[in-house]
């Protein structure tokens, strides 16, 4: 049984020397962002990158692919990869795998993982009561914060629009802190018609975060939990489109004080968030 054990752990474990073996193609070019975005959805996986982001995207039933590291962490996330004895652990020379990925692996190890299957948005509105809607966030790193100050702040679920950056993006998980495994989310196959539609159907008030003329003080606005509601944010500088700002049942306003008209997304998103949950009385 050991020497079953030292076969398995030897076949598990492969030293990585040639950067041109096709099981590492799904590490290759790491920092070319437009690459990356278009070929991790085609091959149906995202990058999960440091210890506690793949633990938590493992506890929440992703499956990986493989793990890719220098042999100075092996020990450190052998928990984590024990836990898939049939799933390979590619091991090379920090140099080697700088040069493959494209930048030094300082958070010790990444994994290839398996993209789940997202929910139809029926299914992902049935039982919640907040939702944030993503409209063309294009910046991975607001995509992230977002997706954490939703998870701290109760969100129930998120939807993202057609065009906006991909929430399994390095960048994204990894700030995020691993919370995008944790908020149901879906993407919107188009945006704002039938999405705003879905929303209606399902109960929901649709309420746009906006500068616009009449927009209501979110201080006084009725986020109680009498009312299901849809908080719509969109990317910086031109804002929300204008077919959503038509189609939004209210639009609502941040107040500034000190000569300043606006926040950047991600925070104004965490304004807003604990707004409603205040509203709701939650602890």
Not at 12 to 35: C, G
Not at 158 to 167: N, S
Request: some cysteine; glycine content about 6%; proline content about 5%.
């Amino acid at each position: 049984m050991e020497n079953e054990a030292a076969a398995g752990q030897l076949r598990r474990l492969r030293d990585t020397a040639d950067l041109e073996d096709p099981a590492l193609d799904d590490y290759l070019r790491m920092t070319d962002v437009r690459l990356r975005s278009r070929v991790e959805v085609e091959r149906g996986l995202f990058m999960a990158e440091s210890y506690e982001v793949i633990s938590r995207a493992m506890d929440a039933g992703m499956a990986p692919r493989s793990f890719l590291m220098s042999e100075k962490w092996l020990a450190k996330f052998a928990p984590l990869y024990e836990r898939f004895p049939e799933v390979p652990v590619y091991v090379g020379a920090e140099s080697l795998l700088e040069t493959l990925t494209g930048f030094h692996l300082h958070r010790g190890a990444l994994a290839a993982m398996q993209r789940p299957q997202l929910p139809e948005v029926p299914d992902l509105l049935r039982e919640a009561r907040t939702v944030a809607v993503l409209e063309d966030i294009v910046d991975h790193t607001n995509v992230g914060a977002m997706f954490r100050s939703a998870a701290a702040l109760g969100v129930d679920a998120v939807l993202v629009t057609p065009h906006c950056a991909d929430p399994l993006y390095r960048r994204s998980i990894r700030v995020s802190m691993g919370t995008v495994f944790q908020v149901p989310w879906t993407r919107l196959e188009t945006w704002p018609a039938e999405g705003v539609d879905l929303l209606h159907e399902a109960g929901f008030d649709v309420l746009a975060l906006a500068l616009s003329e009449g927009a209501a003080a979110l201080d006084v606005v009725d986020l109680g939990p009498e009312r299901k509601v849809a908080l719509v944010l969109g990317a910086e500088g031109h804002g929300l489109k204008p077919a959503t700002l038509r189609a939004a049942d209210e639009h609502v306003v941040i107040p500034m004080a000190g000569g300043v008209d606006s926040l950047n997304v991600a925070a104004a998103s965490a304004v807003v968030f604990w707004q409603r949950r205040a509203a709701l009385g939650s602890d």
